[in-house]
């Protein structure tokens, strides 16, 4: 078994090659101005009410704690691959769910100023038990699978290794 993490379920949304290639460790070009952009986001948006917590193999940030409730926030840069977000988000709702943590999600979207709350509902945990079973089969293939030009390759940390 493949040992799922929250940026496997992300690209599985968004090119089962680039799951591949994260999954065997191949290491996406770190001076990816969107790669640097995620990265100063992470530090500097909501560092107010904002509070990493080391989760399994995960860092979760804990924004707020809303009546009670434990919320997860998740910043994005762009909504642009906001389904593939949500489901990352969701991963880790139900990683925390399988530790006997009930928890939200909160996926925020600073520079559109946007924010969407995010439920693990019976479906959602559904469909991720169905994108664990889709991750496993892709990782297990010996090569990864031919790439496919798409939107996102203009953004993607392997662009070079794809394309070049
Ligand atoms: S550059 Fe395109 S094809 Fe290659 S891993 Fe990234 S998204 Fe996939």
Known sequence: MVAITGTL???????????????HQIIPDQEHPYIEIGRLLDQET???????????NVVLD??????????????KKSS?????AR???AFYLYKLKQSGVDAKGLLLFPEERKRIPVELTPD???????????INA???????????????????????????
């Not at 379920?9 to 999954?23: D, E, F, N």
């Not at 804990?62 to 926030?73: K, W």
């Not at 642009?80 to 593939?84: G, L, M």
């Open 9 to 23: 379920v992300q690209s599985y949304g968004i090119c089962k090659r680039q799951t591949w290639l994260m999954a």
């Open 46 to 56: 909501y560092s107010r009410d904002k509070k990493k917590i080391n989760f399994e």
């Open 62 to 75: 804990i924004i707020r704690s809303d009546e009670g409730d434990i919320v997860v926030g998740e910043v």
């Open 80 to 84: 642009k691959a906001q389904e593939s």
């Open 87 to 89: 489901l990352q988000l």
């Open 124 to 134: 959602l945990e559904n469909e991720l038990e169905s994108i664990f079973k889709g």
């Open 138 to 164: 892709v990782v297990l293939r010996d090569t990864p699978p031919p790439p496919e030009k798409i939107g996102y390759c203009k953004n993607c940390g392997y662009r070079e290794f794809c394309w070049s």
